[in-house]
């Protein structure tokens, strides 16, 4: 089975399609996405083609397997949770769905906050000097 995300106006997956990997394969054999999507449309007429996301159930492509309320990030060909990013530096960790920083969380701060500016884990505390 193929399965493909299908998304509303604002990149939120709304539903989860399935259809057989046979729709998707072209002429000479190989499977493409673009095949799955016009098949899609020809079933579901009130989409356009950019809301028809293909999506991997074991992660080869794209990250895990959204589900519904997952946002589509399209810069970083993704789905995570929360469609923002936190900081400009974060990247999609498409593994787990989620926005992750350049560095790891220092385990040792008491009230870790991410200094942006520094691009680095820092301790807030009542002395911090950090931009928010």
């Known amino acids: 089975m193929a399965n493909f995300a299908i998304l509303n106006d604002n990149d939120q997956v709304v539903e989860i399609e399935y259809i057989e990997n046979s729709n998707l394969i072209d002429s000479n054999g190989i499977e493409k996405e673009i095949n799955g999507i016009n098949y899609i449309l020809s079933l579901r007429p009130d989409l356009k083609s950019n809301q028809i996301i293909q999506v991997s159930a074991n992660g080869n492509f794209r990250g895990n397997l ?4 997952f946002f589509y990030i399209r810069e970083e ?6 469609k ?3 900081y400009p530096s974060w990247r999609l960790n498409k593994f787990y769905n989620k926005w992750q920083p350049p560095k790891k969380l220092n385990e040792n701060l008491n009230n ?9 884990w820092a301790e807030l505390n009542k002395n911090s000097r950090i931009s928010l």
């Open 66 to 69: 959204p589900t519904i309320g």
């Open 77 to 82: 060909d993704g789905f995570c949770r929360i």
């Open 84 to 86: 923002n990013k936190p």
């Open 112 to 120: 870790p906050i991410w200094d942006e500016d520094q691009k680095k």
